[in-house]
């Protein structure tokens, strides 16, 4: 079963960072594109990054671009998200998923990052 | 910068048909966005239901279907049922390894 985990959220204050993890299964990991999508409380998804299948190409959203590093593992079959500068604008449910076709065709459960005082 | 827009809100009426749109504040969307629309209840993750424009994500029903209407991208679900009521979400590829989020349109079946 194609499974995708997250893990890594918490609580951090504004300036700090931290390295979001998802640990991927039940398919080819290093032949897979992947996007992180967030969703701030009560508010829509948004794309944030991606990478493609070898770890040599990545893309981001404007508003994270500079502060945020993507980057994966194949041998792991792990995808990370390196966030430092944390905004309170930050906060959100932060999604991985597998790409295919041109879209996220499967999801993580999401992991909470809260950026507080 | 280029916005996608859906509708903030729609309703359906229980076995009725209703299609929601997806376009660009500036443009048309065409097959070329490689439009793909997502289901989202409360408290859960994203579910994909279309990509490529009109291709069904596996398990999805044959109720919902997906085009292109005019300059936007549409969702149409058919025979609509209480459990449809949910978020739903498109996004569009906009190229240069970028993508781009609508802000969703929530549907009530009512």
């Known amino acids: 079963e194609l499974q995708l985990v997250e893990s890594g959220g918490g609580l951090v204050q504004p300036g700090g960072s931290l390295r979001l993890s998802c640990a991927a299964s039940?398919?080819?990991?290093?032949?897979?594109?992947m996007h992180w999508v967030r969703q701030a409380p009560g508010k829509g998804l948004v794309w944030v990054s991606n990478?493609?299948?070898?770890?040599?190409?990545?893309n981001y959203a404007d508003s994270v671009k500079g502060r945020f590093t993507i980057s994966r593992d194949n041998a792991k079959r792990t995808l990370y998200l390196q966030m430092n500068s944390l905004r309170a604008e930050d906060t959100a449910v932060y999604y991985c998923?597998?790409?295919?076709?041109?879209?996220?065709?499967?999801w993580g459960q999401g992991t909470l990052v809260t950026v507080s005082s | 910068q280029t916005v996608v827009t859906q509708e903030p809100s729609f309703s359906v009426s229980p076995g009725g048909t209703v299609t929601l749109t997806c376009g660009l504040s500036?443009?048309?969307?065409?097959?070329?966005?490689?439009p793909s629309w997502y289901q989202q209840t409360p408290g859960q993750a994203p579910r994909t239901l279309i990509y490529?424009?009109?291709t069904r994500s596996s398990g999805v029903l044959d109720r919902f279907s997906g085009s292109i209407l005019g300059n936007k991208a549409a969702l149409t679900i058919t025979g609509a049922q209480a459990d449809d009521e949910s978020d739903y979400y498109c996004?569009?590829?906009?190229?240069?390894?970028?993508?781009?989020f609508g802000g969703g349109t929530k549907l009530t079946v009512l």
């Open positions: 996004a569009l590829f906009m190229g240069s390894g970028i993508w781009v």
């Open positions: 998923a597998r790409v295919d076709g041109h879209a996220c065709q499967q």
């Open positions: 490529n424009t009109n």
């Open positions: 990478i493609n299948s070898d770890g040599s190409s990545a």
């Open positions: 039940g398919f080819t990991f290093s032949n897979s594109w």
């Open positions: 500036s443009g048309s969307v065409s097959t070329s966005y490689y």
